[in-house]
C-alpha cells in the first residue's frame, strides 16, 4: 500500500516538473487553487479526470474546474457542466449543467465579439444569407409573375407564359404557356401574337399550320412590331402561309430592320441579289404605304 503511494507520488512529481501540472497530492492543489492560472487548474483537472488514479480527492478535479470556471475559463465551464450531466464526482443535476453550458455559450460569444475575424466571417455571412435571399427572391418571382396573370393583363400573361414555356421558375407547361399566350394574343399584345405564331410554325402542342402562323405573324407586323415584320417578311420570301411575293418580304425586312430588329438588314441585303430593280421599288413602295396606313414611324429616303 505504501509502495503504491510512494509510486503514485513520484510519478505526480515527475508529470508535474513537465510544466503542466499534473497530478499531486491535495497540497498541489491548494497551490494550484490560490496561485495557478485558470489554464492551468483545467489542465491538472482533465488530466487526473483520465487518469482518476492519480487523484487522491475525487473532488479535486471538481474544485478545480469550479475554480477555472469562475475566473472565465470556457472549457472549465464545459467540463463542468459535463461532470453535473453526467453525475460524476458530483450530484447530477441536468439543471446546474446547462446552467453551466449556458454561462459557457454566454462567455464564448462575448469573447468573440471582441475578436476583429469574428466581424469580418459576420460580414461575409451576412452577405451569403442576403445573396441566398435574393436568388430565392429571384426564383419565386416566376411565381409572382403568373399570380398577376390570373388578372387577365396581357402583359402579365406574355410574361407568365415565357416562364411555363421554358420552365423559368415554375413547371414547365407549355400547353398551358400556349393558353396564356392566345389570351393576351387575341387582346392585341403584339409579342404575344409573334410567339403564337411560332407554335403554329413549329408545331408546338398544335398541328403544324403555316397559314395560321402567317395570319399570327401579320398581325403583330400590323401594329409595327420587329418580330412579327421579320416573320412576315419571311413567309412571303418562302411562301409559307402566303404566297411568295419578294417585294412584299423585302418591304417587310426593311420595315422590321427600321423598326430595330438585328436581323432584317442582312436579309433584305440577301434579296437584292434575287430581285429586280423595279422589284425592289415595289418593295420599298409597300413599306412606306404599309407603315402610313397602320400608323407607325417608317425611315427616310
Known amino acids: 500500500m505504501v509502495n ?14 513537465f510544466g503542466t501540472s499534473f497530478a ?8 494550484c487553487l490560490v496561485s495557478g492560472s485558470a489554464a492551468q487548474k483545467y489542465e491538472l483537472a482533465v ?19 469550479q475554480s477555472a470556471s469562475k475566473e472565465g475559463h470556457i472549457m472549465a465551464t464545459v467540463r463542468l457542466g459535463s461532470l453535473y450531466l453526467s453525475g460524476s464526482g458530483v450530484e447530477r443535476s441536468t439543471k446546474e449543467a446547462f446552467g453551466l453550458y449556458r454561462k459557457a455559450i454566454a462567455a464564448f460569444l462575448f469573447r468573440m465579439l471582441l475578436k476583429p475575424a469574428f466581424w469580418v466571417f459576420s460580414v461575409v455571412l451576412a452577405a451569403v444569407i442576403v445573396l441566398k435571399s435574393l436568388c ?18 396581357p402583359i402579365a400573361l406574355y410574361k407568365a ?8 421558375g415554375v413547371l414547365k407547361e407549355r400547353a398551358r404557356a400556349l393558353n396564356m399566350l392566345m389570351q393576351s394574343a387575341e387582346s392585341g399584345f403584339s409579342p404575344a401574337q ?21 395570319e399570327w405573324y401579320l398581325k403583330a407586323a400590323d401594329q409595327g412590331e420587329s ?21 412584299k418580304a423585302y ?23 434575287r430581285m429586280t430593280k423595279m422589284q425592289v421599288k415595289q418593295g420599298l413602295h409597300f413599306a412606306r404605304n404599309h407603315a402610313e396606313e397602320k400608323g407607325f414611324d417608317w425611315f427616310s429616303g
Not at 194 to 214: C, F, L, P, S, T
Not at 251 to 273: E, I, K, N, V
Open 4 to 17: 503504491r503511494f510512494f509510486f503514485k507520488y513520484v510519478l505526480g512529481c515527475l508529470l508535474f516538473s
Open 24 to 31: 499531486s497530492p491535495n497540497s498541489s492543489v491548494e497551490d
Open 47 to 65: 488530466r487526473w479526470l483520465h487518469r482518476p488514479e492519480l487523484c487522491l480527492d475525487s473532488s479535486d478535479p471538481v474544485e478545480l474546474l
Open 136 to 153: 430565392c427572391i429571384l426564383r419565386n418571382r416566376g411565381w409572382l409573375v403568373c399570380k398577376m396573370a390570373g388578372s387577365g393583363d
Open 161 to 168: 407564359a415565357l416562364r411555363y414555356k421554358t420552365g423559368r
Open 194 to 214: 409573334v410567339e403564337v405564331g411560332h407554335y403554329y410554325r413549329d408545331g408546338i402542342i398544335v398541328q403544324q399550320n403555316r397559314v395560321k402562323a402567317a
Open 227 to 247: 418580330g412579327g415584320l421579320y416573320f412576315a417578311g419571311q413567309c412571303y420570301e418562302s411562301g409559307a402561309g402566303v404566297p411568295s411575293f419578294l417585294p
Open 251 to 273: 418591304g417587310f425586312y426593311m420595315l422590321a430592320a427600321a423598326r430595330g430588329h438585328r436581323s432584317a438588314g442582312a436579309q433584305a441585303d440577301g434579296l437584292l441579289t
